[in-house]
């Protein structure tokens, strides 16, 4: 048996913090008891805040972010609908197949990995369906197989640019809680997320944020929905209830995350992770490798996809610094398998974790045979935190 903890840096599950756990500490209590809607009612609407939102309604199924996609295109889109969308990675591929399964006509832009939403190209099609046969534009907002962060405003402007009906539905999985998001400002219609990342809590709730405009949309669409449906949702969370058995201690947990996120700021949680994550770029520049991130416009605060040198198997640096070194890492998704491993740099994260995890690293790549000076990731990341010390919160994130 290792002594210590084990050091978990893959980008979700993310790291749980002893508050939240004790929050989610509780006995089995009755979901249809007349005081649980003291928990339900302040939590549907402060969560609101989280995703930047002031109208609408927040969804909370039990499930995963998968869970909340399919709830997305179930509850406002037909058979046939047309979707506009982009491929770059391994996520954004999954919700487009999702698309495809549901009997939606699927506008599916292959971009290379390592890039992130074509926007220029969103506003082409735009511009060119003067009949508005595109009723949805789907973007990945941080796309974490390849470490790659899309701007979801500018997919606004191009809409709004081209004068196009289309709702915008956002996959901020991996960005809500971490990355700036804006719902209201850049007229998201819906976006999904879930519990395990920037929350800091176990995968189990997965949040669909939906806006007035995409909840009228229920009376129109006709793909099929039972478990997924706003309508049942709506109906007995008016009142603090759900139509079936909520993720009760998940839901405490939630109530504890939200306090814990708005306790720190949540300005000073996007730019903690900023910080952090710029910390583990330099780390990278230094060991002479590259992300799979072209251009620092597509970096990640949230997650840093690393490109392994060539005749090199990522595979073996995170199978190598589990076992020998008690660290997980992520792996390689799909097109870039063995090609990447991934850090992930969110939730509840501070320098000295982040560092525990370069240090891992340069341990591992050194073992392996990779030409890496001792150190010298961690010394550029360490001196950037020590110069970046006076600009950050005074909130700080602790283990």
């Known amino acids: 048996m ?18 939240l756990r004790t929050a989610m500490f509780v006995p089995s209590e009755d979901q249809r008891s007349p005081d649980f809607p003291k928990l339900t009612v302040p939590l549907f609407n402060d969560i609101k805040r989280i995703f930047k939102m002031s109208s609408g309604h927040v969804f909370l199924y039990p499930g995963s972010g998968t869970g909340g996609w399919e709830a997305a295109l ?17 996520f954004s591929h999954l919700w487009a197949d999702m698309c495809r399964r549901h009997g939606l006509n699927l506008d599916a832009i292959e971009v290379p990995w390592g890039e992130g939403v074509p926007v220029e190209t969103y506003a082409e099609r735009l511009a060119a369906d003067k009949n508005h046969e595109i009723k949805a534009v789907l973007v990945c907002h941080n796309e974490t197989a390849t470490g790659v962060t899309s701007d ?19 996959d901020g999985v991996s960005s809500i809680a971490s990355i ?5 400002e850049w007229g998201v219609d819906i976006c999904v997320s879930g519990t395990q990342k920037g929350f800091m809590l176990p995968t189990g709730l997965s949040i669909v944020a939906a806006s007035d405009r995409a909840i009228g949309e229920t009376t129109r669409a006709k793909l099929p929905r039972t478990y997924f449906s706003f309508e049942d949702m709506l109906k007995l969370n008016k009142d603090g209830y759900f139509p079936y058995t909520p993720a009760t201690p ?10 814990l996120l708005e306790e720190e700021g949540l300005e000073n949680v996007f730019a903690r992770h900023h910080r952090i994550a710029e910390g583990v770029r330099k780390a990278v520049d230094a060991w002479g490798l590259k992300l799979c991130a072209r251009e620092p416009k597509w970096h990640s605060d949230t997650v840093s996809a690393i490109l392994v040198p060539e005749g090199f198997d990522a595979g073996k640096v995170v199978s190598h610094a589990y076992h020998r070194y008690g660290l997980s890492l992520g792996a390689g998704l799909s097109k870039v398998a063995g090609k990447v491993f991934r850090i992930g740099h969110l939730g509840w994260m501070n320098e000295l974790m982040i560092m525990q995890a370069l240090a891992g690293v340069e341990m591992t790549m050194r073992d392996l045979g990779m030409q890496v000076e001792a150190g010298v990731g961690v010394a550029a990341a360490e001196e950037h935190y020590r110069r970046s010390a006076a600009g950050a919160s005074s909130t700080r994130a602790a283990a």
């Open 250 to 259: 998940l839901l405490h947990g939630l109530r504890a995350s939200i306090d």
């Open 180 to 184: 700036d998001f804006r719902m209201d």
């Open 2 to 19: 290792r002594a210590g903890y084990h050091a978990l840096f893959i980008p979700g599950p993310t790291n749980l913090p002893e508050r």
């Open 152 to 170: 979801v405003a500018a997919v606004r402007k191009a809409l709004d640019a081209a004068g196009h009906p289309a709702m915008l539905m956002v």
């Open 74 to 90: 179930t509850n406002t889109l037909s058979p046939g609908d047309k979707v506009l969308t982009s491929v770059f990675g391994q």
